[in-house]
């Protein structure tokens, strides 16, 4: 991003003054109020211990991490009958499992405090450079929390949004200090494509900060500045080497490609999954988007401060994801957050570290580090979210009673049988893709909300029980159906097997 309005960078001249000393530094003001976001990204994440889809990325990293190979095909469901698919995150499931490897569940615990403690603090970092404020960017560190809190979990989208900011702070280093930090963004995407498909976006971001360099006009408060020849010279090749860096991959153009597949080919999944559904107005995060979006071209208006066309551009971009699809509010945190601070830089005294004080924020950070320690979630309590989120108890007792033969799973579930009952194929989980291009979302969809006949998917598939939620449809229909029978239930779960003992063969 652009911090300066003018078409070469200007250079402050300040007065020599001896630089601050190691002490003060990790003592001073910024330090201290990245220490606050740590607190806040650990109390925010200690009882997200229960995304459905974290066990299937954690097995899928398990599977990476014992056999050396990338899975190619659908491994986990008997459904799709080993259906292409793509393990296209591979190298954050790695990363996930060696977490679990080396520390259990509190190690993929302390995963999750670093990850979203490192997203709010390279946001925190990018906002105070973007507005020359280091008080305001603690503004744009808690914009980034508030609509990321729609997707810290235990998933890889937590790297790729990770990387879609230091890709903004890269940019914005190239563009304010030295055209060499482009450089760094090829390998930053050879690193991203095998981490999430937000390089995407990634690409997309890139494109814009190209596109208007190249510009130099102004209509109204929208302005654009056109950059320096050698500037544009150097971002022009960094984004035909950042394309090309995404096929330093194992898989190849089909990993390059799957998030479009995702958006142009996967119509069930888009339509009938929760986190690809509009955010409901029920929630504030969606008046929250309306609220900076028009914060921001009202500010813009009152202060009458220029609107830079790459801020205009990447915040359509980021409303238009947002709009349609809940999960994007991730994606509209981070491309908002330092247009806020930049337009507000002037309201609080930017930091003096000549006046600073180390001793107090000592003290700050010293509390800080109590509360994280204390706000750090033990064995017992993972256990607990695990068990209250998942059919731990159902899946004992398939165990236990050595039910066989094919399953029916509820959707949420599916992730967890994944990985605790992986001599069960499951019916269905969170990989939305491959159920998608195989027909079979579309049938389970039809037959969870009732649009079919429900006896005909447990005939086609020859099942020989179900394991769903205690509060589905389904599970009250089951009970009614004639040759089923309920065996087993408990406070989320409920295994209905068919009533006459016979076992259907698949």
Request: proline fraction near 5%; aromatic fraction near 14%.
């Amino acid at each position: 991003m652009l911090l300066h309005e003018s078409a070469e960078p200007s250079v402050n001249v300040v007065p020599e003054s001896r630089a601050p000393s190691l002490t003060r530094r990790l003592f001073s003001f910024p330090v201290m109020l990245a220490g606050m976001l740590v607190v806040l990204a650990v109390l925010t994440v200690r009882g997200r211990f229960n995304d459905p889809d974290m066990w299937w990325h954690l097995k899928t990293g398990e599977i990476i991490w014992n056999t050396h190979t990338i899975p190619t095909v659908d491994l986990f469901s008997y459904t799709t009958n080993h259906y292409a698919w793509t393990a296209h995150e591979w190298l954050s499931q790695l990363t996930i499992y060696a977490a679990y490897h080396f520390g259990g569940y509190t190690g993929m615990m302390l995963w999750l405090c670093l990850f979203a403690s490192a997203f709010l603090i390279a946001q925190y970092v990018l906002c105070s450079l973007y507005s020359g404020n280091a008080k305001v960017a603690l503004l744009g560190g808690l914009v980034a929390w508030v609509f990321s809190t729609v997707g810290l979990a235990i998933r890889p989208q937590l790297i790729g949004y990770l990387l879609l900011t230091l890709e903004l702070l890269i940019v914005h280093l190239g563009r304010t200090r030295s055209p060499r930090w482009f450089w760094c963004l090829p390998p930053l995407f050879a690193i991203w494509v095998n981490c999430h498909g937000s390089f995407f976006f990634g690409l997309a971001v890139l494109g814009v900060f190209l596109f208007c360099s190249f510009l130099n006009f102004r209509m109204g408060l929208i302005a654009s500045y056109r950059r320096p020849r050698r500037e544009r010279k150097i971002l022009a090749i960094v984004f035909a080497l950042s394309i090309a860096a995404l096929f330093i991959n194992p898989v190849g153009w089909k990993q390059v490609m799957y998030p479009l597949n995702t958006l142009l080919d996967q119509k069930v999944g888009l339509a009938a999954v929760a986190e690809w559904l509009p955010l409901p107005f029920s929630d504030p995060r969606a008046w929250a988007v309306f609220v900076v979006g028009a914060g921001i071209l009202l500010l813009a208006l009152a202060r009458r401060r220029e609107l830079l066309t790459e801020e205009l551009l990447l915040l359509l971009m980021g409303i238009g994801l947002a709009a349609p699809h809940a999960r994007m509010l991730f994606v509209f945190g981070i491309l908002s957050a330092p247009t806020v601070c930049r337009l507000l830089a002037d309201t609080w005294d930017k930091y003096d570290a000549r006046q600073d004080r180390p001793f107090l924020n000592g003290i700050m950070l010293a509390l800080a580090s109590i509360a994280i320690v204390f706000a750090f979630p033990g064995k017992h309590q993972l256990e607990t979210q695990v068990s209250n989120s998942s059919p731990v108890k159902a899946v004992d007792y398939i165990h236990r009673t050595g039910l066989s033969g094919n399953m029916l799973n509820e959707y949420v579930f599916g992730g967890y049988l994944i990985w605790a009952a992986p001599d069960h194929p499951v019916f269905v989980d969170g990989r939305a893709d491959v159920y998608d291009w195989t027909g079979v979302l579309e049938e389970f969809a039809n037959w969870a909300t009732l649009q079919s006949d429900p006896n005909a998917l447990l005939t086609k598939y020859k099942i020989n029980y179900c394991l769903l939620s205690r509060n589905s449809p389904m599970s009250r229909v089951l009970a009614l159906l004639p040759g089923w029978k309920r065996v087993y239930s408990d406070e989320h779960s409920v295994i209905f097997t068919r009533s006459n003992g016979a076992k259907l063969r698949g």
